[in-house]
């Protein structure tokens, strides 16, 4: 059978086979009855027949064909599956989310070579999720969960801070999956905040200052932003001073609320110097 074949390490196939793990992020994932459910990257189904069992409606997004034909053939009976056999980094997201009124209840174990740029794309559709339980490399989710000026903080700690609260669930060794991983994994919850941490302003400003905040680690804060598109209109020294920031600090020393500070002010700036 198909999704018996070797795995890819091209696609980050490490599946988990260890039962108690698997009970542990299903029950972590705590789907609520007639919840929208996505799944990336189902591989073998280790979560997959879980979910299939408990969610109101459950979409697989898979890039391996064979895999992917696979869970086509498992669910063909339950018209609440739905298999989409492609790239999760090509899929329009907001636009399979937004199919559902409700909001979605996200579950994978990510493949370790993309979990940072899924995050982006995650994070790109915050408004429409419901919950996220997501397997990561244990550095990655480290960073996730750091503190400013230390060198695990980064840009996604800033951007999905501001929505999310992450809560380290249980670390998983190396043991636990086919193939053995080299390092070890850790599972989170991403619970949507109810009240944003800071106003940001404009999102995508937000985006642009914490990137390029974070753009050259061993330049200064204003030399960073000096790089961002928003410096052919907004004066960054005279941002900086605005928002009583020193500029000769790094990128990495700032709070979310400091990062908050200065994106509300460039949007302000970028507003009032629209023509
Ligand atoms: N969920 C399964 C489990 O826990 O055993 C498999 C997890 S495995 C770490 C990652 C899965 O993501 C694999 O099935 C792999 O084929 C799939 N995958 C890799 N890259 C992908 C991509 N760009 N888009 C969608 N799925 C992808």
Known sequence: MSAARRPL?????????????????????????????LEIGPGR??????LAGRAGRLVLIEYDHALAAFHRDQHQD????????????????????????????????????????????LYGVHSRLA?????????????????????????TTVLLGLWFDIRRVFVVPPGCFHPSP????????FIPRTAVRAEVGDEGVFRSVVKSAF????KTLANCLKSAEFAKTV?????LESCAID??????????EEFALLSCRVTELLRTAQP
């Open 9 to 37: 390490k091209s696609l980050g196939q490490n599946f988990l086979v260890d039962g108690n793990v698997i009970d542990r992020i299903i029950q972590a994932a705590d789907i609520l009855p007639d919840q929208p459910v």
């Open 45 to 50: 189904g280790a979560l997959t027949k879980h």
């Open 78 to 121: 339950n018209e609440r599956v739905t298999v989409i056999d492609a790239d999760v980094l090509k899929v329009d997201l907001d636009a399979l989310l937004s199919e559902s009124p409700q909001k979605w209840n996200v579950v994978a174990n990510l493949p370790y070579n993309i979990s940072t740029e899924v995050l982006f794309r």
């Open 131 to 155: 919950r996220m339980t997501l397997m990561l490399q244990k550095e990655v989710g480290d960073r996730l969960a750091a503190p400013p000026d230390c060198s695990a903080y980064g840009v």
């Open 182 to 189: 080299k390092v070890d994994s850790v599972v989170l919850n």
């Open 215 to 218: 753009s050259m680690r061993r």
């Open 235 to 239: 004066d960054c020294e005279q941002l």
């Open 247 to 256: 500029g000769r600090r790094r990128g990495e020393t700032l709070s979310l």
